[in-house]
């Protein structure tokens, strides 16, 4: 059986969000939501390589960060204070 381990760390620095997503996929893509699941931000991403990803059309609140890595979703719930 082949495991693959997939990492996420996010960090709220302001109005950038901070991901770090270790995988051995060579490009993710990444989904942004509300809590009522409606999409806020979509992109692509590259693994193992620190990201910034401006946050700052977003409102106050709880948001989901989704990575969608081959076939796998890997989620983190981040909270915006301002």
Partial sequence: ???IKR???I???GLKLEVD?????SFVLFD????DGRIHISGKIEP??????????LKKGQFHFFIID????VRQL???DS
């Fill in 1 to 3: 059986m082949l495991i």
């Fill in 7 to 9: 990492e996420l760390k």
């Fill in 11 to 13: 960090l709220v620095k």
């Fill in 21 to 25: 997503y270790k995988s051995p996929s």
């Fill in 32 to 35: 942004i939501c509300d809590l």
């Fill in 48 to 57: 193992n390589i620190l990201h910034n990803i401006n946050v700052a059309v």
């Fill in 70 to 73: 081959e076939g796998e979703v």
């Fill in 78 to 80: 981040f909270n915006l």
